[in-house]
């Protein structure tokens, strides 16, 4: 009898890819690494002949549930080799319940919470029959004139890095074949952000130090949190588009950092090379794609059409075929598609989750910013009596969900109004937009706002910007509020009661004309589906603001790009001079860097946001005097609050290394943490830092912790705080 054998462990992955690989047809192959849109509804037969010959190997933003289901049938029990499709959508704050956007979601500063609102999301998308989500966005920007700013999770590494892991791990759950895991997509790889003027798709020119310190990081940071997918990006980079970039893709991505997932183009950014002025044609197109290493081709089919040509006139390695599928392959099995078995169509369910739709409140109540609260105007008694509600922004589902909504349910969107008509009824609550929308310029409806404010004991103003004005393609060279939204607070001003202003946007926006009138000003980006209870229980008091800024507000669109880790210059201005400076060319007394006409410190800095209470920073102190390699310090400092409120508050903790091989900026984030203090309560807040928290690249690109002293900060924002210094020796 023989002694019974131990079952063969399963293949593993790579050895299902080789083996599957070895029986793929060149076509079949190439069917991989295209993407397409458009399952038409049901499916058509073209759509069904194309995917029982593996024409595709993913399709993005099409059909439902139900054509998905049957996409998948068909893929893998009539195609030759069974091979599943990959189906990936724009699931980017949100998918049936909408978030704050990503720029919101930074403003919480709340990993847990954001990884939370992703997980939400996930599964939401994964109940559809979705695989594959194009979020997180890593973009880096410092530019609001940039429309996207939107979906990015603001200016700074740091913050990115850790929202944005957050949200992949949000995204792919604890196993990424898990049936309520989706894979995400760390994208646009790389440097997107920094379009010149602002303007969407524009030119990048970005140096190496800089890219690697600033634009690179979050990207990193989303590939060690185990990101299944890449994608690469519509900007030039430093004259090589990043989706033909062999530096970025190749070198940095595989060789540096050995991600083994895939990489998908952005829409068209394959063929767009052409335009570019990089691809003579659309062979020459695909040919520098592959070579750089961009596996799966989104939308544009130029893969399919000339590599078959490209490798039979030998002018392609075969090589760079196979590993683009194996990758692709890589990632299908890890999502266990090909053990899944045909999915079954789930219908949307009636109503969101209750779970799902406090998860989303409690991501727009901390996304919310509070930026001006003359007197303690906020929180208003619940007591008042007659509320005057104005603005087209307050009644508004779709712009409160944001740009970048594909399945959110504008009848399931809370609005301001709504909310604070089921707390105090139609009779205590007026309402009058003033304006159609947020870019009317027709004053026809003043009348009726200024009357009902007449008549109110507080004023809420929503202004801001339709989300039509926000997202990709939609930047704007001015920030100003659109339309007659500053004449129409004029009006309101002059009634005399206390104006308060919410502001719904996708992007800072400069408003000072406005602020100066309003007694608060609380800043609520695109909020999603659960704003209005948000935002009424900041208002009233059921919940104490504890957002801060993870992008500069600048005063006037002039200053951009303006941000907070900026270089000190050989002349800083040393206070906010105006004017014409009192020097002369051969006295230059005020010959500084500052403008004759504008205070050339921005209107609320990085990571600033007040509360309902206040707090004190002291006692900064440093563990040891001395930070040697391999060892670390601890910096605490005592964080106290003096106001009469319970509250969350962020602490930061900042440096500035004043002499290296190169000029630091003036402030760098280094770590962050939000803690709860009840009124009264200090608490000794600790940060443990070693030389790999403050390395950087010095001027030959080692990323190394440069001997010298250091400055550091544990700080409520970017520009103040308890401060203190150590020295670095080697
Ligand atoms: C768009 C966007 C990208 C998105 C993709 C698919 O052009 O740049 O962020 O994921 O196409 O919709």
């Known amino acids: 009898m023989s002694p019974t054998l131990p079952a063969a462990p399963p293949p593993d992955i790579e050895q299902r890819i080789n083996a599957l690989l070895a029986k793929m047809t060149l076509d079949e192959k190439l069917g991989q690494m295209s993407q397409a849109t458009g399952l038409a509804v049901p499916l058509s037969e073209q759509n069904k002949e194309e995917i029982r010959k593996g024409r595709w190997g993913s399709f993005l933003n099409a059909g439902g549930a139900a054509e998905r289901s049957e996409a998948q049938r068909i893929a893998l029990k009539e195609s030759r080799l069974g091979i599943p499709l990959i189906f990936g959508r724009d699931v980017i704050h949100g998918y049936r319940t909408v978030l704050p956007i990503p720029l919101g979601q930074a403003a919480s500063w709340d990993p847990e919470l954001v990884q939370a609102g992703a997980r939400v999301a996930g599964r939401e998308a994964a109940a559809a029959g979705l695989h594959w989500t194009f979020a997180p966005m890593l973009d880096i920007t410092r530019d609001p004139r940039w429309g996207r700013i939107a979906e990015t999770l603001g200016e700074d590494p740091l913050v990115t890095s850790r929202l944005g892991a957050a949200m992949v791990r949000g995204f792919q759950g604890d196993k990424l074949d898990a049936p309520d895991s989706i894979a995400a997509c760390a994208k646009h790889y790389v440097g997107y952000g920094a379009a010149e003027g602002g303007r969407d798709y524009n030119t990048t020119w970005i140096p190496e130090i800089q890219l690697r310190e600033v634009f690179l990081r979050s990207f990193d940071a989303a590939r060690k949190a185990g990101v299944a997918t890449f994608m690469s990006a519509f900007n030039n980079l430093n004259g090589v588009p990043t989706s033909g970039n062999e530096f970025t893709l190749r070198q940095v991505l595989r060789k540096e950092w050995k991600f083994d997932g895939f990489v998908v183009s952005d829409w068209n950014s394959i063929t767009e090379m052409i335009p570019h002025g990089y691809a003579a044609d659309e062979k020459d197109a695909a040919f520098k794609g592959v070579r750089a290493g961009v596996d799966m081709e989104m939308v544009s089919t130029s893969y399919h059409d000339n590599l078959k040509a490209l490798l039979a006139a030998g002018k392609l390695d075969q090589k760079l075929i196979d590993d683009a599928v194996r990758n692709i392959l890589r990632v299908k099995f890890r999502l266990g598609l090909f053990d899944k078995g045909v999915p079954v169509a789930a219908e949307l369910p009636a109503a969101p ?181 948000a935002i009424a229980d900041v208002l009233f008091g ?81 563990s040891t005097p001395q930070l040697r390699t391999g060892t670390r310090i601890e910096i605490s400092a005592d964080v106290a609050n003096t106001g009469t409120r319970d509250a969350d508050e962020i602490v930061q903790l900042y440096m500035h290394a004043p002499a290296g091989s190169v000029a630091r900026p003036v402030r760098e984030l280094k770590d962050f943490r939000r803690v709860h203090l009840k009124a009264g309560e200090k608490q000794r807040v600790a940060f443990l830092v070693g030389a790999g928290d403050i390395a950087a690249y010095n001027a030959t690109l080692q990323l190394v912790a440069e001997p010298g002293k250091y400055q550091v900060w544990i700080a409520p924002d970017s520009v103040r705080g308890a401060g203190g210094e150590f020295t670095v020796v080697p």
């Open 542 to 622: 059921d919940a104490v603001p504890s957002g801060k800024l993870t992008v500069t507000f600048p005063r006037t669109v002039g200053q951009v790009p303006i941000y907070y880790a900026h270089l000190n210059t050989g002349r800083p201005p040393s206070e906010s001079e105006l004017g014409i400076p009192a020097g002369t060319p051969v006295d230059p007394k005020g010959f500084t860097s500052k403008y004759l006409d504008v205070d050339f410190t921005p209107e609320y800095p990085f990571g600033f946001g007040l509360s309902y209470t206040s707090f004190e920073y002291t006692n900064l102190a440093i």
């Open 353 to 533: 989750e209750e779970a799902a739709l406090g998860v989303a409140k409690r991501l727009a109540t901390e996304s919310l910013v509070l930026l001006k609260n003359q007197n303690a105007t906020l929180p208003l008694a619940k007591s008042i009596g007659k509320i005057a509600v104005i603005g087209p922004l307050a009644n508004s589902p779709v712009d409160q969900m944001g740009s970048w909504v594909m399945d959110g349910q504008a009848p399931e969107v809370r609005t301001p109004l709504a909310a604070l008509r089921e707390r105090f009824g139609e009779f205590r609550v007026a309402w009058a937009a003033g304006l159609k929308t947020s870019r009317d310029s027709s004053h026809d409806g003043f009348a009726e706002a200024v009357e009902a404010a007449r008549g109110a004991d507080a004023v809420l103003v929503f202004l801001g910007e339709e989300m039509i004005l926000s997202g990709e393609a939609h930047s704007r060279a001015y920030l100003n509020l659109p339309g007659a939204q500053e004449a129409l607070v004029d009006e309101l001003a002059k009634t005399g009661k206390p104006v308060i202003v919410v502001i719904l946007a996708g992007r800072p926006l400069t408003f000072q004309n406005v602020a100066v009138r309003a007694s608060a000003v609380l800043y609520a980006w695109h909020p999603g589906t659960m704003g209005g209870p």
